[in-house]
């Protein structure tokens, strides 16, 4: 690192602040209820190593809102965590959090971080001095360290840093701003911190620090222990001796593990210990990845299938190539899991929204998730995080009542808003569940026909389809525009956002028991098994996960109900037919259902069976989306190149039903 | 020959485009694009057909790996199409970040038409393919239509 990379760093910095600051809410909306030592440990550890980064890479707004919360904790710590307001301190460190997000972003989008903290800052030193005056009147312990007087005492501090830490100057300054932060007069040598030459007086001599504080000696043991790549430092009272340090403050004698690892350079002040084994990457280097996967993909079926290789006896090419084939797919495998991403996080800071528009809204609602541990593509990941907001906004601002109107229409008065993501075959299930009012479906169809968006009579509309009204943009039947919603912003983003990703939303409702929003997300994007089935000149590829069966129809199968509908009996059960060259308006010369194949095809629990001129292999696929100047086509999902060069349309089976 | 000529990738000579115009004909008549659109020209190759299209949007092709739309000009004119031959061009334009290919009878050249040459269209709306037509270019050789692309393609 002897060349000072700033960009590289800020990557790595804003990088690491968003995985604490994820930690960090997880932990606070876990304390709300009550918060435990472990709780106050992890979040004091937190807010200390932002604190020490901030500092390090000059973001002062950041470091002292993250110091104002490291004080409160560091209290509460202290106090063994006393009976108190957990939701007044969530309140505080939940809007310190915001601040440093928000400054994050900035620095992110490479603007400059100019927030003020003060403010922040200010409101929390507030609350711990109304803390601590309380604690101080029935506490005697609390008086022990009063009579210090006003000037305090005075000690000589040493630091010395790890050999080799870089940028000695700028971790010398941090130190001694984080102790004048904390009310200590401090004095240093080299006194010019800020002259690069500062750098080598402190490898070869330390850094000498002159402190006055009226905060005990174990308060400054444990403040300068905290120091980031330091190796050891010496502490000692200047002038007037004091009594030996270990005796009057256990804990100076014995500092909490945790800050000892500070010190220590194997651990790196971000990482919790035991995650040595994981590494992070880029992801556009994951995405490259994947790209060439594809090619490899593509390119393994055009040497295999080479029309030069046809009519040529070549057994163990054959083998050769059925192995090559095996070992792309494996690499493909793990290819492929790398980039998965449990939904752990994204469904976690759902809590936080349910938290504040329940205080807001004065609503009683309890969030619960289940299948958390279901996995989605990383690229995917990133586009469900705002439609499942929109929809638990909506949910909540629409759906579950007040506590009085619950108690009333005989229901518990806390609201539930369930959260549930499994696997469905290719796909992830996400369904956002709530037992509120649900919705009005008259409602929906007199603002639909006052849009203009009706073309048959209200009573034409099935409920799915009334329902999907509300995702059209502008769409609100909320009278009043609240903080929330109201706006008719906010549904649309969900089915633009799912759409980009090829997903899809489903909504059910009952009046008065609630409502279900069902987000149906492809598990990737990328490369899927497909079968090749042709149909007229062309061949079009089959998900091979939503085949369930192909066979040869007999004639006598197949019958017409009165509407003309086209059917078949297979083992006793009745299924529609989907005839694929009338569905795409394709021609063919395979009209006759003796000459073709049927093949039966499932989405979700519905079964059809799909009716095509030949099967012709099992194939991978890269799935490529169509070109956005063609607007997507019912029943077709991407395309896809074959080895040949041409081009193959994808079969999306979800659009042969409703 | 005229094909041989149109196959080279104009890209390269981005810098100089002003009052170039690409000229192709179709129906028999002459067009013009302006070059800066004209992402390269291709032979016609074999066109996937899309489901749920407008009959001018033939489908699409595998342009090394990328996928793109293709549409007939004559068809969006609503002239009868005619079988391709060895003439055939699909003309590729990179509009506003589409890249969409134009089914064309014939490229002829690249033509410098400056200013002082080119004229509005007569506002009398008399036939369907007038709409897209943005301006009329006079030539050597006679008169070039020049199309409007956004109208053409939306």
Known sequence: MSEFDRESMLEMFTFEMNQLLESLEENVLRGESGYSMENINEIFRVMHTIKGSAAMMMFPNISTAAHGIEDLFFYLRERNAPDMDYSRITDLVLESMDFIKGEIAKIESGAPSDGDSAEYVSRIRAYLQSLKERAAAPEPEAAVEAPRGADGDTFAARIIYEDGTEMLNVRAF?????????????????????????????????????????????????????????KEFTLEPAETP????????????????????AAHPAARPARP?????????????????????GELVISEAMVTQNPELENLELDSFHKETRQLRKIIKDIQDAVMSMRMVPLATTFFKMHRIVRDMCKQLGKDIRLDVIGDETEVDKNIIEHISDPLMHIIRNSIDHGIETPDARV?????????????????????LITVRDDGAGLDRAKILKKARSAGLLTKPDEDYADREAFQF??????????????????????????????????????????????????????????????????????????????????????GDVFRDPSGNEMITVRGEVYNIVRLYEFFGLPTRVTEVEDGIMIMVENGDETVCAFADELVGEQQVVV??????????????????????????????????? | ??????????????????DLYLTFRIAGADYAVEVGYI?????????????????????????????????????????????????????????????????????????????????APPSAKLSFANEFIKNIGRAKEGVTLMLDIYKLLF
């Open chain 1, 242 to 261: 004091a009594p030996k340090t270990s005796a009057e403050d256990p804990k100076a004698a014995a500092p909490e593990p945790s800050e000892k690892a």
């Open chain 1, 408 to 428: 009333l229409g005989g229901k518990p008065e806390t609201g539930v808003v369930q959260l549930e993501a499994r696997n469905s075959g290719s796909d992830v």
């Open chain 1, 174 to 230: 941090a130190a001694a701003h984080n102790l004048r932060q904390r009310g200590m007069t401090v004095s240093h040598e080299p006194s010019d911190l800020i002259d690069e030459a500062a750098s080598d007086y402190i490898a070869e001599n330390g850094l000498r620090l002159i402190i006055t504080t009226d905060q005990g000696v174990g308060a400054l043991r444990d403040m300068l222990s905290e120091t980031i790549y330091m």
């Open chain 1, 273 to 293: 210990a035991g995650q040595q084994s994981v590494i992070s990457v880029n992801v556009s280097k994951l995405d490259e990845l994947l790209k060439l996967m």
């Open chain 1, 624 to 658: 490529k989306s169509l070109p956005k100047y063609i607007k997507k086509p019912r029943g077709i999902s991407g395309c896809t190149l074959l080895g040949n060069g041409d081009i193959s349309l994808i079969i999306d089976v979800a659009g042969f039903f409703g």
């Open chain 1, 470 to 555: 509300i995702f059209m943009p502008g769409f609100s039947t909320n009278d009043q525009v609240t903080e929330f919603s109201g706006r008719g912003v906010g549904m649309d983003v969900v089915s633009k956002n799912l759409e980009k990703v090829g997903g899809s939303v489903l909504v059910e409702s009952a009046a008065g028991e609630g409502s279900t929003f069902t987000l149906k997300i492809p598990l990737t994007l990328a490369i899927i098994e497909g079968m090749m089935i042709k149909m007229g000149g062309g061949k079009y590829i089959l998900p091979i996960i939503s085949i369930k069966d192909s066979f040869k129809p007999r004639r």
């Open chain 2, 1 to 18: 020959m005229a094909t041989e000529s149109a196959l080279i990738d104009i890209q390269e000579e981005e810098d100089s485009t002003k």
């Open chain 2, 39 to 119: 992402k390269e020209i291709i032979t016609i190759c074999p066109v996937t057909v899309v489901p749920e299209t407008p009959p001018f949007i033939k489908g699409i092709i595998n342009l090394r790996g990328d996928i793109v739309p293709v549409i007939s000009v004559r068809a969006r004119f609503g002239q009868p199409e005619i079988p391709y031959d060895d003439a055939t061009c699909i003309v590729v334009l990179d509009f506003d970040d589409y890249i969409i290919g134009l089914i064309v009878d014939k490229v002829k050249g690249v033509a410098t038409i400056g200013e002082e040459n080119i004229s």
